[in-house]
């Protein structure tokens, strides 16, 4: 054992027994580098990164190799998950001294933490021109110890070359029409009109884009953009990205045509896709995006949802093969023979129903299962039978790993989803399953200052903060489960952690940039403070903390809240019409911000059917980032509630967009008109 074994990341675990010398993130580590007069190998990855065990089996397993890693290296292990902060500054380090970036990331640091050399995965024996792991180490040590100067100059210049690409935003006023209009055109020029989604292989899901290009089309009508994102859900739920069995979706597909996928499942991806099908069932009434939708929050809460009421970061892409090897896929593919050893008879309909083939669509003859287009039609009973017995049988191959971290932001998406998708689909289970994950969230990971911890496990709470990030994602979060069960302490719990952001992440230098910083101003000092507006797998914390700041604002009329949300969006001004692929959430919040956003207050008895139908009408209302209170007219959950008198003694609706109300209706028909949907 070493000193992971007193981690709470699984990553970290996973690594607690190998023969290298692990430290965890600490200034401790750099002090034992310093005092040993040794250079630092930082080591950076995720539980379910599938090269990450590949190099883990290959080196750090590896007795020699970790012989020589103890006598010449500290040797650092970091869950980027766990500290997306650390990650995010030295994998710029990496991109801008390589031009490519990944995990693992492996990077070379002075004791006082500045990277001097970069790479990712290195194998054991030189390999397609890669050199091996020993020869990188053996380099780097003859370099630390016969050419010093180089080293701390090289190492110096990168710390500076940082500090010049920091982000110098001057502030901006959000997109209008113009820019919003700009973004549509170039996400069209990078449309791949056969296939659904953007660019070419690898193809990761675009959940933050379709979100706005479904708010484009609710507010400006563009038929456009509603087909780019219905077509895009389409060919990847039909795909092998989409779990045909059992619901949810792969990391991304390594091919153009969404078939093959890489094969772990995380947590974000399927609560940013569960959400994103929800709204497109809204706005479409499409069969298919119910069906995506509701399978996909069941996946999360059957396979992801832990004791402790949170959900798990992620499923592995790897498992047993069942002859002791971990295989990526090895779970979720196919060949013909095994599904006549499952399916007897029914074996060629599945073949055919699911695009299996005597060939393959993976790897040594076995397919991964998809929906192709084909003719004729299929008997719905029997495939249903068919796809039971099949996932019957797949429960009986070793399953994937499961990293049951809970990482705040990403619950925070996960509630918002669930607790949206079970008020549309009349599920009280999964809003159940949205609150149950909200009060994980107060009770394990606020402390008494409403201060946000990135992660817990097993109830344990870990040490390191949360991030912009996680703030802004679970206020997000906190702010639909408000709308959905008409509770107004999750109001209260949202603007508790939207003041950390106003008061700990903003540029408070230059407040009037609407500058935000990922880590806040209190939060442990890296080589720089990381800042990035831009998307990657979820929403960046910028814009997610924008939109949180909007929606609470309309909850409640806190200008300091709108203003702040309107400055963050500058960014979205300059970079939306440049690289819309890259910031599709703050897209998506300019649109609610274009349309006002609008504010719903719905009054009336609790128990009274009219009431509901009304609060089930705005909830279904398509007008981008509207936000919805619900309650009786004594109630003081919601601000938006004060004042609003039943009608005629009648539950009413009331919706208010910059300053001015309309009329309001007991008709759910006429609110659903002024709402869309």
């Known amino acids: 054992m070493n000193r992971l074994a007193h981690e709470t990341s699984p990553y970290l675990l996973q690594h607690a027994d190998n023969p290298v010398d692990w430290w965890p993130w600490s200034a401790e580590a750099f002090e034992a580098a310093r005092t040993a007069n040794k250079p630092v190998l930082l080591s950076v990855g995720y539980s379910s990164c599938h090269w990450c065990h590949v190099m883990a089996e290959e080196s750090f397993e590896d007795e020699a190799t970790a012989g020589y890693l103890n006598e010449h290296f500290v040797s650092v292990k970091v869950d980027r998950e ?42 054991p024996a030189p390999r397609h021109g890669m050199p091996s792991f020993r020869q990188v180490l053996e380099g780097v040590r003859a370099a630390w110890d016969d050419r010093r100067d180089e080293v701390a100059e090289v190492a110096g210049k990168i710390v500076r070359d940082l500090a010049q690409r920091e982000l110098g935003h001057q502030g901006g006023r959000p997109p209008g029409e113009q820019e919003l209009a700009q973004a549509l055109l170039g996400l069209t020029r990078e449309y791949d009109p056969q296939r659904g989604g953007f660019g070419g292989a690898p193809k990761f899901p675009p959940s933050m884009v379709i979100e706005f290009l479904l708010r ?32 949810g979706f792969a990391r991304y597909s390594v091919d153009r045509d969404w078939v093959v996928p890489h094969f772990e499942k995380m947590l974000y991806d399927n609560a940013l896709l569960c959400r994103v099908y929800a709204h497109l069932w809204r706005a479409t009434g499409s069969e298919l995006a119910r069906r995506v939708a509701l399978e996909t929050a069941d996946f999360m809460v059957r396979e992801l949802r832990t004791a402790e009421g949170g959900f798990a970061s992620a499923l592995d892409a790897d498992s047993d093969d069942g002859s002791g090897r971990h295989v ?69 191959r070793p399953a994937p790993g499961r990293d049951d971290k809970v990482v705040a932001a990403w619950n925070g998406l996960a509630v918002a989803a669930l607790a949206e998708t079970g008020a549309y689909f009349d599920r009280p289970d999964l809003v159940e399953a949205a609150v149950g994950a909200a009060d994980l969230l107060v009770r394990l990971h606020l402390d008494d200052h409403a201060r946000l911890a990135r992660t817990s496990r097993d109830g344990r709470v870990g040490a390191n903060a949360g991030v912009l990030e996680d703030y802004g994602d679970v206020a997000e979060g906190f702010l639909a489960l408000a709308s959905v069960t008409g509770e107004g302490v999750w109001l209260e719990f949202a603007g508790l952690l939207l003041d950390h952001v106003l008061a700990r992440f903003t540029d408070q230098e230059n407040p009037e940039t609407g500058a935000l910083y990922d880590t806040a101003a209190d939060a442990e000092q890296l080589i720089r403070r990381p800042q990035d507006p831009t998307d990657n797998a979820t929403p960046s914390g910028w814009t997610a903390a924008a939109g949180a700041l909007l929606g609470y604002a309309a909850h409640t009329g806190a200008e300091s809240h709108r203003t702040a949300a309107e400055r963050a969006l500058g960014i979205v001004g300059t970079l939306g019409p440049r690289v819309p692929r890259f910031i599709g959430w703050g897209l998506a919040v300019a649109e609610a911000l274009l349309d006002g956003p609008r504010e719903v207050a719905v009054v009336g008895p609790d128990a009274d059917p009219r009431t509901a139908d009304l609060h089930r009408t705005a909830l279904l209302g398509t007008a981008p980032g509207a936000v919805v209170a619900v309650g009786t007219p004594e109630s003081d959950e919601f601000p938006l509630l004060a004042g609003r008198p039943l009608v005629g003694g009648e539950a009413a609706a009331y919706v208010c967009r910059n300053f001015t109300c309309d009329a309001p209706t007991v008709d759910p028909e006429r609110l659903r008109a002024v709402l869309g949907g």
């Open 328 to 396: 990526e896929g090895a779970y979720y593919a196919w060949t013909p023979v095994q599904l006549r050893e499952v399916l007897g008879d029914d074996a060629d309909l599945a073949a055919q129903y699911f695009g299996v083939t005597e060939e393959g669509t993976f790897e040594h003859g076995q397919s991964v299962l998809q929906l192709p287009q084909q003719e004729g039609v299929f008997d719905a009973e029997r495939i249903e039978s068919v796809k039971r017995r099949l996932l019957a049988a797949r429960a009986d």
């Open 216 to 247: 484009h089309h609710a507010r400006a009508g563009s038929e456009g953009a509603l087909q780019m994102a219905v077509d895009t859900c389409e060919r990847m739920a039909r795909g092998g990205l989409y779990d045909q069995l059992g619901g």
């Open 82 to 123: 766990e500290r997306p902060d650390v990650d995010a500054v030295y994998m710029e380090a990496v991109q801008a001294a390589t031009g490519q970036g990944g995990w693992p990331m492996t990077v070379f640091l002075t004791p006082d933490a500045e990277p001097f050399y970069f790479g990712t995965y290195f194998p």
